[in-house]
Structure formats: structure tokens, C-alpha cells
Nanobody, 128 residues
Framework: QLQLVESGGGLVHAGGALRLSCVGS????????VGWFRQAPGKEREGFSYSARRDGAIFYTEYTASVKGRFTIVRDNAKNTVYLQMRNHRTRKTDKYYC??????????????????WGQGTQDNVYS
């Protein structure tokens, strides 16, 4: 059974950069669709990006408008890891970031219910 562990959260200046890692174990992550979600205290969880296999070895990535151009998903299949590279954090916020995976390629990056496996999350604090 696939298990996911996120890491890399921490303090970052507004406008700064941070890289989060999602390490898979129990199965090869390159067979799975992987999404990233975030949740602020007292708010709904928000999905904003995902990566899924398309046409054999090609991975498709998609982002919501709120992060497009600033966040990038990178897969390292040799390390069974999916990274979320974030730059130019715009606002002061405290979010917990989660990676999620599903064996289906038909997932909705904004809908956590379409992902069956979740990590425990990693905390990200952005300050000005």
C-alpha cells in the first residue's frame, strides 16, 4: 500500500521560495496521480496543482490560477518523490501542505475526494 510523507515546510519570507517533498513508499509513485493541497487554520482545504501520467512516460501537470507561474511540480522517479517548488509567496499566511495520490488518472486537483491516499502534511509559515 502506498504511503506518503511530506517534508520541507518552514518559515519563509513573503516573496521567498520553498521546496516541499512528498516521498512515496510501498509502491512506485510514478504510476500515481499526485496532487498538492493546502489548508489554512479554520478554512477549507484547497487543491491547487497535480501531476499525472499521460501518453506513456509523459507527465501532465496543471495548476490553478492562484499558483500558476509561481509553483512547480517536479517528479524524481529515482527517489520516488514528487516535489512542489514554490516561489514568490504573496501573502502572509500559515498553511499546512498535503500531498495526495490516486491510482486513477482522472482526478480533480481541486477536489480532495478524488484522491485516495494522503500524507500527514507539512507546515509552512510565510511572514513579511
Amino acid at each position: 500500500q502506498l504511503q506518503l510523507v511530506e517534508s520541507g515546510g518552514g518559515l519563509v519570507h513573503a516573496g521567498g521560495a520553498l521546496r516541499l517533498s512528498c516521498v512515496g513508499s510501498g509502491d512506485t509513485l510514478d504510476q500515481w496521480s499526485v496532487g498538492w493541497f493546502r489548508q489554512a487554520p479554520g478554512k477549507e482545504r484547497e487543491g491547487f496543482s497535480y501531476s499525472a501520467r499521460r501518453d506513456g512516460a509523459i507527465f501532465y501537470t496543471e495548476y490553478t490560477a492562484s499558483v500558476k507561474g509561481r509553483f512547480t511540480i517536479v517528479r524524481d522517479n529515482a527517489k520516488n518523490t514528487v516535489y512542489l517548488q514554490m516561489r514568490n509567496h504573496r501573502t502572509r499566511k500559515t498553511d499546512k501542505y498535503y500531498c495526495a495520490a490516486d491510482y486513477s488518472h482522472h482526478v480533480d486537483m481541486t477536489n480532495g475526494r478524488t484522491f485516495g491516499m494522503w500524507g500527514q502534511g507539512t507546515q509552512d509559515n510565510v511572514y513579511s
